[in-house]
């Protein structure tokens, strides 16, 4: 089974914190995506990710950062936390050629103060 | 830019009940459409769909696709509390590494 985990189901940080997010998955995936999701907009995708040190803005970039140093992992970073940051995080990953299949992660909820 | 568009919002039904979950879309490229079920945790997956008018079924759930006007629809027969989720739609298009772009989500509630 595909396993794909992040570091957090719950976190708590103040405006103008520098947060991370981190995901892991096992499955040897060359496609990793981070979305948030609040009620009443769905998943909106923030970036993503086709290979090791690669990342392409999806379509909320602005306030987030990217880091894929190794296959398995590809972290989220909030520079500055603002609090309309609070949201559902997300994260997924898909083997390239599986037509749009995409494996979650549990989701973290960040809470921004 | 890709559109999905889901309906209802939410729906409020009791077990036993059918319900129909709408997906329109407007995707350059497309290639899948995909259903996700969420309840508080990972959305799962549920059907991807590439061809128009082939059933996929699921034990009470099905979906089918329509690519000339553009929607899919889900359906749950014998609805039960355990159906009770978000179920998300989806389309991968466009020319990245399967992007997908998401509807708002279906809030499905079911009581006994």
């Known amino acids: 089974d595909v396993k794909v985990t992040q570091s957090s189901r719950y976190l708590v940080k103040r405006t103008g914190e520098k947060v991370f997010l981190e995901c892991v998955q096992d499955?040897?995936?060359?496609?990793m995506f981070w979305y948030r999701q609040d009620p009443g907009l769905g998943l909106r995708l923030i970036y993503f990710?086709?290979?090791?040190?690669?990342?392409e803005k999806g379509d909320i970039p602005e306030g987030y950062s990217v880091s894929r140093e190794k296959k398995e992992r590809f972290s989220l970073i909030l520079e500055s936390a603002s609090t309309n940051q609070t949201s559902m995080y997300l994260c997924?990953?898909?083997?390239?050629?599986?037509?749009?299949?995409?494996?979650f992660g549990p989701g973290t909820r960040l809470l921004v103060l | 830019e890709d559109k999905v568009v889901q309906s209802p919002l939410s729906l409020v039904v009791h077990e036993g009940d059918t319900v129909t979950l709408n997906c329109s879309y407007e995707?350059?490229?497309?290639?899948?459409l995909l259903w996700y079920k969420q309840e508080k945790k990972a959305p799962t997956f549920l059907f991807m769909l590439?061809?128009?008018?082939i059933e996929k079924k699921s034990g009470r759930l099905s979906s089918i696709l329509d690519k000339k006007e553009l929607f899919s629809i889900l359906n749950i027969t014998a609805t039960q509390t355990g159906d009770s989720a978000i179920y998300l739609c989806?389309?991968?298009?466009?020319?990245?590494?399967?992007?997908?772009?998401f509807g708002q989500g279906t809030i499905l509630t079911v009581h006994p």
């Open positions: 997924a990953s898909r083997p390239t050629g599986a037509r749009g299949t995409q494996y």
């Open positions: 499955m040897d995936h060359e496609n």
């Open positions: 990710s086709y290979d090791v040190k690669m990342k």
């Open positions: 995707v350059t490229n497309f290639r899948s």
């Open positions: 590439t061809s128009s008018g």
């Open positions: 989806a389309v991968a298009g466009g020319t990245s590494y399967g992007k997908l772009t």
